[in-house]
């Protein structure tokens, strides 16, 4: 039970928490496990290419497994041993405890929608009807640890019927799971391979159209031979008509259905480029008809009353516009066109109306037009942050948004046209916002480029050059990083850190161009401007390399692995999470063939030689000073193997003469980090900042400032 203080001791306690700034010391390290080394060697495009540490790559070897396990306990042990992990970890643990809901959807008069209560590990799918709410679905009930995952979910027209999808310890391989939401059961067979679900349920809701993938006995190694298909209820999924299948090896295929059923819009995507082929079926006729015959744009569709709407790239259109095509004489035309600067990110189609979702300056705007194309509505949004979600149904006039920020408490704001804006749902967050600024700030690249970059802090901040600052990024595959509120942040914040997100290219916030300059060859403008924006904290005297600190997950892995090899001078604490790192075997691993369009492949001779110039884990030389790194990963992730994070452990260890810390830990009961529950992030979260309070020159805190529920800031 929370403990309830007034607002003025909360602020008193929360004003005095910052412990003193103390001079970063190296720390005693036993040695670390014993690491097999081996002489691999291979030439690739006539270069000579060592791998010593191949051997990580198998998870099933049992010297990899007792490798690893050796090294979790390692770093555990150290991990534990400081002093301010075990207080972070109650605080988080305190910090956390809020209700999270996420957009409705509405279906005929019902509202469903997730919910987490308080420290719950998984959300529940919940039922809201003539103003009570009732659990229909709980994901926590299904395994004692927390780790099954409800992965999507879809509603039938009517809500009779939710589609959902369940995988264990973040794995993502969803089985599909039908349930009567009036009987509150589940009925018919569980489907496996649905992880690109994309559920359409006929008007009748007799059955759905569905994509589904089979290959081989292992799921989630390979994720090909991919179709939708077409499952009535009741009948044997494993006679399924398939409609449609993928061309491609690392084609990702996925359809959506019309209002009246008939038309059913299937979309092949290569790979995670974005970049698609579209078919239109006529479900009525059993007869298919090209749409976009190639992979030379990216498209993202939606079709309601016999017209396809497309969000796309097509004729330089960079910053996106959306294009419409009538089903039955496939006649096209522009429907909105690109703005000049603001990057039209994502639309929904809702009732009578289109919402369409802007960046301005990496925020979001929203903006609503009729089905005309005409602007009539613009929804003001609280205050400068990001919609992270949006909840809508084609014969429903209301719109759902999922919005925050980094000092704006989680909200779901409601939009009709006769109420327009209004607040449908706020997290009682036990912090207070008001203490919290942001900035945004506009730093120079080397090439003379604007980055920005958003800072968060307390206020009154002294810049004397002295500050922890954590500086996270990710520059990839055109996804912008949001302005969002995280209970895992504020127990640094709240202690007096920085916590700085630099919006450098390679990411979607100033469109595709953005994007592009970025990618493929271009990959180290990312380093680049990830390195430009330490120069500019210290230059500004916000912070010095002994008190910088830089975060990156996945992608952001990637990121974070290269500046621990090119910069290493910059700072003085990594993390570097699930990462890519070995970027000369990446696409021979689970779903990295996915990425080469964003990569490049090795196995291409000039791809090879951008790939090896920076690939990090070729890039660790022996004898150099490396600053603290913690690397981590899951053992059970299907998107990026672990035997990154682990070869990559190797190497430094091996390598490093500091007398900071190589730590590695890979989490044998998650994945990626989709579905993980709230009980496994919060040992994370304390994990990865205890590490840098430590290393960056926090002092553990006195004591944590008491919780209080307060929603508005």
Same mark, same amino acid.
């Given at each position: 039970?929370?403990?309830?203080?007034?607002?003025?001791?909360?602020?008193?306690?929360?004003?005095?928490?910052?412990?003193?700034?103390?001079?970063?010391?190296?720390?005693?390290?036993?040695?670390?496990?014993?690491?097999?080394?081996?002489?691999?060697?291979?030439?690739?495009?006539?270069?000579?290419?060592?791998?010593?540490?191949?051997?990580? $790559?198998?998870?099933?070897?049992?010297?990899?497994?007792?490798?690893?396990?050796?090294?979790?306990?390692?770093?555990?042990?150290? @991990?534990? +041993?400081?002093?301010?992990?075990?207080?972070?970890?109650?605080?988080? +643990?305190?910090?956390?405890?809020?209700?999270?809901?996420?957009?409705?959807?509405?279906?005929?008069?019902?509202?469903?929608?997730? =919910?987490?209560?308080?420290?719950?590990?998984?959300?529940?799918?919940?039922?809201?009807?003539?103003?009570?709410?009732?659990?229909?679905?709980?994901?926590?009930?299904?395994?004692?640890?927390?780790?099954?995952?409800?992965?999507?979910?879809?509603?039938?027209?009517?809500? =009779?019927?939710?589609?959902?999808?369940?995988?264990?310890?973040?794995?993502?391989?969803?089985?599909?799971?039908?349930?009567?939401?009036?009987? =509150?059961?589940? @009925?018919?067979?569980?489907?496996?391979?649905?992880?690109?679900?994309?559920?359409?349920?006929?008007?009748?809701?007799?059955?759905?159209?569905?994509?589904?993938?089979?290959?081989?006995?292992?799921?989630?190694?390979?994720?090909?031979?991919?179709? /939708?298909?077409?499952?009535?209820?009741?009948?044997?999924?494993?006679?399924?008509?398939?409609?449609?299948?993928?061309?491609?090896?690392?084609?990702?295929?996925?359809?959506?259905?019309?209002?009246?059923?008939?038309?059913?819009? @299937?979309?092949?995507?290569?790979?995670?480029?974005?970049?698609?082929?579209?078919?239109?079926?006529?479900?009525?006729? =059993?007869?298919?008809?090209?749409?976009?015959?190639?992979?030379?744009? %990216?498209?993202?569709?939606?079709?309601?009353?016999?017209?396809?709407?497309?969000?796309?790239?097509?004729?330089?259109?960079?910053?996106?516009?959306?294009?419409?095509?009538?089903?039955?004489?496939?006649?096209?035309?522009?429907?909105?066109?690109?703005?000049?600067?603001?990057?039209?990110?994502?639309?929904?189609?809702?009732?009578?109306?289109?919402?369409? !979702?802007?960046? !301005?300056?990496?925020?979001?705007?929203?903006?609503?037009?009729?089905?005309?194309?005409?602007? %009539?509505?613009?929804?003001?949004?609280?205050?400068?942050?990001?919609?992270?979600?949006?909840?809508?149904?084609?014969?429903?006039?209301?719109?759902?948004?999922?919005?925050?920020?980094?000092?704006?408490?989680?909200? %779901?704001?409601?939009?009709?046209?006769?109420?327009?804006?209004?607040?449908?749902?706020?997290?009682?967050?036990?912090?207070?916002?008001?203490?919290? $600024?942001?900035?945004?700030?506009?730093?120079?690249?080397?090439?003379?480029?604007?980055?920005?970059?958003?800072? /968060?802090?307390?206020?009154?901040?002294?810049?004397?050059?002295?500050?922890?600052?954590?500086?996270?990024?990710?520059?990839?595959?055109? /996804?912008?990083?949001?302005?969002?509120?995280?209970?895992?942040?504020?127990?640094?914040?709240?202690?007096?850190?920085?916590?700085?997100?630099?919006?450098?290219?390679?990411?979607?916030?100033?469109?595709?161009?953005?994007?592009?300059?970025?990618?493929?060859?271009?990959?180290?403008?990312?380093?680049?401007?990830?390195?430009?924006?330490?120069?500019?904290?210290?230059?500004?005297?916000?912070?010095?390399? +002994?008190?910088?600190?830089?975060?990156?997950?996945?992608?952001?892995?990637?990121?974070?692995?290269?500046?621990?090899?090119?910069?290493?001078?910059?700072?003085?604490?990594?993390?570097? +999470?699930?990462?890519?790192?070995?970027?000369?075997?990446?696409?021979?691993?689970?779903?990295?063939?996915?990425?080469?369009?964003?990569?490049?492949?090795?196995?291409?001779?000039?791809?090879?030689?951008? #790939?090896?110039?920076?690939?990090?884990?070729?890039?660790?030389?022996?004898?150099?000073?490396?600053?603290?790194?913690? #690397?981590?990963?899951?053992?059970?992730?299907?998107? /990026?193997?672990?035997?990154?994070?682990?070869?990559?452990?190797?190497?430094?260890?091996?390598?490093?003469?500091?007398?900071?810390?190589?730590?590695?830990?890979?989490?044998?009961?998650?994945?990626?980090?989709?579905?993980?529950?709230?009980?496994?992030?919060?040992?994370?979260?304390?994990?990865?900042?205890?590490?840098?309070?430590?290393?960056?020159?926090?002092?553990?805190?006195?004591?944590?400032?008491?919780?209080?529920? @307060?929603?508005?800031?």
């Amino acid at each position: 039970m929370r403990r309830i203080l007034c607002l003025a001791l909360f602020a008193g306690l929360l004003a005095c928490s910052r412990g003193p700034i103390v001079a970063h010391q190296a720390r005693p390290l036993p040695p670390y496990p014993e690491t097999k080394r081996e002489s691999l060697v291979e030439t690739l495009h006539g270069v000579e290419v060592a791998d010593p540490y191949r051997w990580l $790559e198998s998870t099933d070897d049992p010297a990899a497994q007792a490798w690893t396990e050796a090294q979790n306990a390692f770093t555990m042990k150290y @991990i534990e +041993a400081l002093p301010q992990y075990a207080p972070l970890k109650k605080r988080l +643990a305190e910090i956390w405890d809020f209700d999270k809901m996420q957009p409705p959807v509405p279906r005929k008069g019902k509202l469903f929608f997730r =919910k987490t209560t308080g420290l719950q590990n998984q959300p529940v799918l919940y039922l809201r009807e003539n103003g009570a709410d009732t659990a229909l679905i709980d994901p926590n009930a299904l395994s004692a640890d927390g780790t099954t995952a409800m992965d999507w979910w879809y509603a039938s027209p009517t809500g =009779k019927y939710i589609a959902y999808g369940l995988s264990e310890q973040g794995s993502e391989q969803s089985v599909l799971h039908l349930y009567d939401v009036a009987a =509150k059961k589940d @009925i018919d067979t569980p489907i496996a391979g649905c992880r690109y679900a994309a559920v359409s349920f006929l008007p009748d809701e007799t059955g759905f159209f569905y994509s589904r993938k089979l290959d081989g006995a292992t799921p989630g190694e390979i994720d090909t031979d991919q179709s /939708v298909r077409f499952h009535r209820i009741g009948e044997d999924p494993e006679k399924d008509e398939v409609i449609a299948k993928a061309t491609l090896k690392e084609g990702i295929i996925v359809s959506g259905l019309d209002e009246t059923g008939r038309w059913l819009l @299937i979309s092949e995507y290569q790979g995670s480029s974005g970049k698609a082929r579209l078919v239109l079926y006529d479900a009525k006729e =059993k007869t298919a008809r090209p749409l976009v015959d190639n992979f030379d744009n %990216i498209w993202e569709g939606d079709i309601f009353r016999g017209k396809i709407y497309l969000r796309t790239d097509r004729d330089g259109a960079l910053n996106w516009k959306i294009l419409r095509v009538d089903a039955e004489t496939l006649a096209w035309e522009e429907f909105i066109p690109a703005h000049e600067k603001d990057i039209l990110d994502a639309f929904l189609v809702t009732g009578d109306h289109i919402a369409v !979702h802007y960046l !301005h300056d990496v925020a979001s705007q929203v903006a609503l037009f009729d089905l005309t194309g005409k602007r %009539i509505a613009t929804p003001g949004l609280p205050t400068i942050g990001s919609v992270h979600g949006m909840g809508g149904s084609p014969d429903e006039k209301e719109l759902f948004l999922a919005f925050s920020s980094y000092a704006y408490p989680p909200a %779901i704001l409601r939009w009709t046209p006769a109420e327009g804006i209004t607040e449908f749902f706020r997290a009682a967050v036990p912090v207070d916002p008001s203490l919290l $600024e942001t900035t945004q700030v506009f730093y120079p690249a080397a090439d003379g480029t604007k980055i920005p970059m958003f800072l /968060v802090h307390k206020k009154g901040i002294e810049k004397n050059g002295m500050n922890p600052t954590a500086l996270i990024g990710y520059g990839g595959f055109n /996804v912008s990083y949001p302005l969002h509120f995280s209970p895992a942040n504020w127990g640094w914040l709240e202690r007096g850190g920085i916590y700085a997100v630099a919006n450098i290219r390679g990411g979607g916030e100033y469109g595709e161009a953005w994007h592009r300059a970025g990618m493929l060859g271009a990959k180290e403008t990312c380093f680049n401007d990830f390195a430009d924006a330490m120069r500019w904290l210290i230059i500004e005297k916000y912070a010095s390399p +002994a008190t910088i600190g830089i975060m990156g997950g996945s992608n952001g892995g990637l990121l974070t692995g290269a500046l621990v090899t090119r910069e290493p001078q910059l700072f003085s604490a990594a993390l570097v +999470a699930v990462p890519l790192l070995d970027m000369l075997r990446f696409h021979k691993f689970l779903i990295g063939r996915y990425w080469v369009s964003e990569y490049g492949s090795a196995d291409d001779p000039e791809q090879f030689k951008w #790939l090896y110039r920076y690939s990090p884990y070729h890039q660790v030389k022996k004898d150099e000073r490396y600053p603290a790194v913690l #690397l981590t990963a899951g053992e059970h992730d299907s998107r /990026v193997h672990p035997l990154h994070a682990k070869k990559m452990a190797a190497a430094l260890q091996w390598a490093n003469t500091s007398k900071e810390p190589i730590l590695l830990y890979v989490d044998t009961k998650a994945g990626h980090g989709q579905g993980k529950g709230t009980e496994m992030r919060i040992a994370e979260a304390a994990m990865e900042w205890a590490f840098f309070m430590d290393r960056l020159g926090m002092a553990p805190a006195a004591s944590s400032p008491e919780s209080s529920p @307060i929603s508005a800031p």
